[in-house]
């Protein structure tokens, strides 16, 4: 297996722009989730889905950031309109849903807004 | 909430030398997994070791063992004879299953290990 793909690996946007994070997790995974990795905060958990369906977007930081999953093997973060204070890097990661498994990360995606 | 604290932010080794990373967390759940994930410069988040709350022996995986506390709430990481390629951040992850299914990971901020040659 590819394992977690995310794209872009690098986006660079100017400030009020729309940006789209992507990402596909391992076939057969029923969990999928979305991380946001700053040096002020540490890896902070955004949302997660089971089953495509969202569960806890408790995380997500402001009504700007979206998330989708229309189907098992793809989802979608959007930022809309994007701020400096987004850059970041974003992880999209997908583990089974059932217990002691552990999470596979993609690559992240690094997001630099100016 | 649950929380995860790394009290060391960066730790410092020889080369072949043993190093402990500490980690400590708080929850009110008795059933739980804990992790410790390693993330070196390329940034991939990569699964060293992963311990179930309701097994008292301590997790091993080759040259990585842990010290599961748990009425003490701490999971540490030791790392027996360091090589260079261990250099990484170290981050300490609690999840807790649910009955709806698996919750998203609680990270703790990460110790920063270098390895001197």
């Known amino acids: 297996d590819a394992g977690v793909i995310q794209s872009p690996r690098h986006e660079v946007t100017e400030m009020g722009q729309e940006v789209t994070l992507r990402c596909k997790p391992i076939?057969?995974?029923?969990?999928l989730f979305w991380y946001r990795q700053t040096m002020m905060r540490g890896l902070e958990l955004l949302i997660y889905f089971n089953n495509n369906v969202p569960i806890d977007d408790s995380g997500m930081p402001e009504d700007r950031f979206s998330a989708k999953m229309p189907n098992a093997s793809f989802s979608t973060l959007k930022i809309q309109p994007s701020e400096p204070r987004d850059s970041a890097v974003y992880f999209c990661a997908s583990s089974f849903t059932r217990q002691n498994t552990e999470a596979f990360f993609g690559q992240g995606t690094r997001l630099t807004v100016v | 909430a649950q929380t995860v604290t790394q009290s060391q932010p960066e730790m410092s080794v020889q080369e072949a030398e043993t190093v402990t990373l500490s980690c400590t967390y708080d929850?009110?759940?008795?059933?739980?997994?804990l992790f410790w994930y390693k993330q070196p410069p390329s940034r991939q988040m990569i699964l060293v070791i992963r311990?179930?709350?309701?097994?008292?022996q301590n997790a091993t995986e080759n040259r990585f063992s842990v010290n599961f506390q748990k009425a003490a709430k701490s999971f540490s990481l030791k790392i027996s004879d360091s090589q260079l390629g261990d250099a990484a951040m170290y981050f300490c992850a609690y999840r807790v299953y649910s009955g709806g299914g698996a919750d998203g990971l609680t990270f703790g901020k990460g110790t920063h290990l270098i390895i001197q040659p």
């Open positions: 929850t009110s759940e008795s059933d739980y997994y």
């Open positions: 076939s057969g995974h029923n969990s």
């Open positions: 311990q179930e709350a309701y097994k008292q």
